[in-house]
């Protein structure tokens, strides 16, 4: 495992666990009762995990392009299931660091309001005096809410399914359209082009079909239609659906890479 594939993975990781940490934004803003403003701390790390993914593509394909040169393909596949490996790894500790994170974005929602400035608030978060307060914040998921699990959720079951399908195909389009890539070359470019194809199609799915329930149910918890509890174990079903997704990307890696080989082919 050389230092090119390590990087590879750490940035995977980075990734995967900001998009799973979304859920803690979500229950700050519940309990807080300041859902935008809770959105708009969780941007600053959408910002880290876009910066991530902006060098994840580049690096990704130069290791294909490695891999042709110096005809080093026979490990390219498991190099490839390792990279999807490292974002169900990040997912998972995702899931786990759920609790800890969202009472992090709960204090400082209520720190912001007091310095009004982002710069500000990561100065007093650094600060020696607040390290004790951020340590005492660290819990892991209760095994309470693992033994209500089934109990009926909020949000259908067709919504955790799709949210599985929507994940795997996130996970798996960049990485299938470049090793289709490396399966027939001479339609390289244009193979690494269709991995927005397979992101569009779950990209819809998540926001036309999965985000607007969940969002939906936020509000019903805000108003108090819907119980914090009926919310947490939704929370908790979309986590292990998104576990699940990583892992149903590792079954659609091949069979895609070859269909994208396909479309690329005949498009």
């Not at 309990?31 to 809770?38: E, F, M, N, V, Y």
């Not at 299931?81 to 995702?94: C, E, K, N, Q």
């Not at 819907?226 to 990583?246: C, F, H, K, N, P």
Request: hydrophobic letters at 55%; a positive charge.
């Amino acid at each position: 495992m050389d230092w090119a594939l390590v990087n590879i993975c750490l940035l995977t990781l980075v990734i995967h666990l900001i998009g799973a940490l979304a859920y803690a934004a979500r229950i700050a803003g519940v309990r807080t009762h300041k859902i935008a403003l809770s959105f708009a701390l969780f941007n600053i790390l959408v910002l880290v995990s876009r910066t991530s993914n902006s060098f994840l593509g580049p690096f990704l394909a130069k290791r294909i392009e490695n891999a042709l040169a110096n005809g080093t393909g026979d490990r390219l596949l498991w190099d490839l299931r390792l990279v999807l490996f490292s974002a169900t790894i990040a997912t998972v500790l995702g899931a786990l660091a759920v609790p800890t994170v969202q009472r992090l974005f709960a204090s400082a929602i209520s720190e912001f309001h007091v310095h009004r400035s982002v710069p500000k608030l990561f100065l007093h978060a650094l600060a020696p005096k607040n390290w004790r307060r951020i340590t005492e914040t660290i819990a892991l998921p209760s095994s309470g809410h693992a033994k209500q699990l089934g109990k009926p959720s909020a949000v259908s079951w067709n919504v955790i399914a799709m949210n599985v399908i929507a994940q795997a195909l996130l996970t798996v389009g960049v990485i299938a359209s470049l090793y289709a890539g490396y399966i027939y070359p001479e339609f390289r470019v244009t193979a690494s082009q269709l991995s927005a194809v397979v992101n569009g199609f779950a990209t819809i799915l998540l926001f036309v079909l999965i985000d607007p329930q969940l969002s939906v149910m936020t509000d019903d918890v805000v108003e108090g239609r819907v119980s914090e509890a009926d919310y947490r174990r939704t929370i908790v079903w979309l986590s292990m659906s998104r576990v699940a997704g990583t892992l149903v990307a590792q079954l659609l890696f091949l069979p895609s890479a070859w269909l994208i080989v396909w479309v690329a082919m005949h498009v």
